[in-house]
């Protein structure tokens, strides 16, 4: 079975080849392209489907198998059949990545989630919140895991740390000069 780089390279290469068709003046080769590229995903989501189906019935645990190697759940994303909803796949990654943030005394909350858009917005919590370090930590450890169970998403914001109220200025008047410890000008 070819690394998963390589998959992606194919996936690549498949739309770049479907940009070229589209790029040619004549359409109708682009047209009968795209037209058998959706009829073979019809049929290997309508197998996928039934493998699926297959495992529920006779070894449950198979579909978290299936679920949890990333080139199946990135096809079952595809074709609409990951059991998982998208929240509970987001949800399921934060606590992957919990241990590690905690060690760092650190957390991450989950605000909300836009599958329309591909979005998810997260705000960091415990030292995380407004440390230096935490766009790297985010980066490293939370979009990874994101990314790695929920592929669709194609956005993460943070919510920024709530700012302390802005100071005052004071201004303080020019402390009096004395020839001597004010002490010693009271009793004078």
Same mark, same amino acid.
């Given at each position: 079975?070819?690394?998963? $780089?390589?998959?992606?390279?194919? @996936? ?17 080769? %682009?047209?009968?392209? +795209? ?8 049929? %290997?989501?309508?197998? =996928? ?6 495992? $529920?019935?006779? &070894?449950? +645990? ?13 096809? =079952? ?8 909803? =998208?929240? !509970? ?6 606590? $992957? ?11 991450? #909350? ?7 858009? @591909? &979005? ?9 919140? @407004?440390?230096? !370090? ?8 939370? +979009? ?17 740390? !709530? ?14 000069? %004395?020839?001597?410890?004010?002490? #010693?000008?009271? !009793?004078?």
């Amino acid at each position: 079975m070819p690394a998963p $780089q390589n998959l992606r390279a194919t @996936g690549d290469r498949i739309e770049q080849l479907l940009d070229e068709l589209s790029a040619t003046t004549d359409k109708r080769p %682009y047209a009968l392209a +795209e037209e058998v590229l959706r009829l073979v995903s019809d049929l %290997y989501g309508a197998g =996928l489907s039934r493998v699926l189906e297959l495992a $529920q019935e006779g &070894a449950p +645990e198979l579909v978290d198998v299936l679920c949890g190697d990333e080139l199946v759940a990135s096809l =079952l994303l595809v074709h609409g059949l990951h059991p998982a909803t =998208l929240t !509970s796949r987001v949800e399921d990654a934060l606590e $992957q990545v919990r241990p590690f943030l905690a060690s760092h005394a650190g957390d991450v #909350e989950l605000i909300a989630i836009d599958p329309e858009q @591909g &979005a998810v917005r997260l705000r960091l919590l415990g030292s995380c919140d @407004g440390c230096a !370090s935490s766009a790297v930590t985010l980066k490293m450890a939370v +979009e990874r895991a994101i990314v790695e169970a929920a592929p669709e998403v194609v956005r993460i914001d943070v919510d920024e740390p !709530s700012r302390p109220a802005a100071s005052v200025p004071v201004t303080l008047s020019p402390k009096p000069a %004395y020839d001597r410890c004010p002490s #010693e000008v009271a !009793s004078a």
